[in-house]
């Protein structure tokens, strides 16, 4: 237990260095921009900038070290590749490359100031509602590509119709095609700059109709995506009704009271596709039971697939040490999680169900033990449950 804690104490701790090392960065961008920057403050931008790289660049070796630790149905070089071509891997590594080539190449101080301000994609590791953005745009993809090609077709056609009818009239403003694809942009984003205008009465109303068309059009996708959000978010915002716990072949058996009072320990959590649940390694605070969807143990030879019914995250629970694999959703997965408090609670209330689980822990033990032989100094005598 006290190793988890120091666990999770080391993770903070690395968590508010990056935190930090990000504000530097961008601190040290904003400072680079200045026009007229002191001598004192270009030195404090290097400083900066040359410690977050250093940060970075250390972050990055010790999490391609750590891979293999974090990954136990991999072997180490396996582990490692599949760190570096994860979204998150790929963004350590875009964060300090450039910065790497920029101390070593000459470059433009313009480029050297866009290098520091990549470290903002860093935050996509603190934030995970962003993995929500990008799973409605996958989702909405195809409605959205529909919208943008409209978009871009009558965008092209208002180009073509209002340099016919302009040109004669401002040669010099709709003198091509391309060149009043710029009216075309600004007109029917509503920004309306005011450096192309038509002139012609023609001009004039084809003008007056693009915008009325320009507002209905932007409204397409902006309606697309606020939809997408609003579903999205209903689907993972599931609630827990009776009849699902009822159905967890666990509690089959149990009484109608004591699966009511179950539910309302249980927490609804719906997870996309390749989201690692418990990884390896990590302190554990929850066990969960799968409602809809797929995971995967990542086990050695080959991973194990757990579907609706079945639940995962017990053993560090039970045996009161940190996760002993990696699970990952195969699918869009709805669980619902039993926190370790509430878990010790109904050990302590349900005999019956305790022996039920402690049976298919010394089972998958078994298969683990068999897969990383050295996991049986993991095992830990099981806690006393709290009075
Ligand atoms: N052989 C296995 N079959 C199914 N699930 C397993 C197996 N081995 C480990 N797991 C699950 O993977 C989980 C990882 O976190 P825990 O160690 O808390 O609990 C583990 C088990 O629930």
């Not at 026009?35 to 004192?40: D, I, L, S, V």
Request: aromatic residues 6%.
């Amino acid at each position: 237990m006290g190793d988890t804690v120091s666990h999770r104490g080391l993770r903070l701790i690395a968590d508010a260095v990056l935190l930090a090392s990000v504000l530097a960065a961008v601190a040290c961008s904003f400072i680079r921009s200045l026009p007229a920057g002191t001598p004192a403050q270009i030195e404090l931008a290097r400083a900066l900038g040359a410690a977050a790289l250093l940060i970075f660049t250390l972050e990055y070796a010790v999490r391609l070290w750590i891979a293999p630790e974090q990954a136990s149905g991999r072997n180490g070089p396996m582990a490692r590749l599949d760190y570096a071509r994860s979204f998150l891997g790929v963004i350590d590594l875009i964060v300090i490359l450039p910065g790497w080539l920029a101390l070593l190449l000459p470059v433009s101080t313009g480029l050297i100031e866009l290098v520091d301000l990549l470290a903002l994609l860093k935050l996509a590791r603190f934030a995970p509602a962003l993995g929500l953005v990008g799973t409605v745009l996958r989702n909405e993809a195809r409605s959205l590509v529909g919208a943008l090609m409209a978009m871009v077709v009558l965008l092209v056609l208002a180009a073509g119709v209002m340099y016919l009818l302009e040109r004669n009239a401002q040669p010099q403003l709709f003198d091509s095609i391309p060149h009043t694809l710029w009216w075309a942009i600004v007109t029917m984003a509503s920004v309306g700059y005011g450096d192309m205008v038509p002139a012609t009465a023609a001009g004039r109303v084809f003008g007056g109709i693009i915008m009325l068309l320009g507002i209905a059009i932007f409204a397409v996708p902006t309606g697309i995506l606020a939809t997408g959000f609003a579903q999205e978010i209903r689907r993972r915002d599931f609630t827990v009704s009776w009849q699902a716990v009822a159905g967890v072949p666990l509690f089959a058996g149990l009484d109608a009271p004591r699966i009511a009072s179950i539910t309302r320990l249980l927490k609804p959590q719906s997870v996309p596709r390749n989201y690692t649940i418990v990884r390896r390694g990590d302190p554990a605070d929850a066990m969960f039971f799968i409602l809809r969807g797929a995971v995967e143990v990542e086990l050695i030879p080959q991973p194990v697939k757990l579907g609706p019914g079945q639940f995962f995250g017990e053993i560090a629970l039970v045996k009161d040490t940190t996760r002993l694999a990696t699970v990952t959703a195969i699918q869009d997965t709805q669980l619902l999680a039993l926190e370790v408090n509430d878990f010790r609670r109904l050990m302590a209330q349900l005999p019956d169900l305790k022996t039920r689980i402690e049976a298919v822990v010394e089972e998958r033990l078994q298969t683990l033990e068999e897969a990383v032989p050295k996991l049986r100094n993991a095992d830990k005598p099981q806690a006393d449950p709290p009075a």
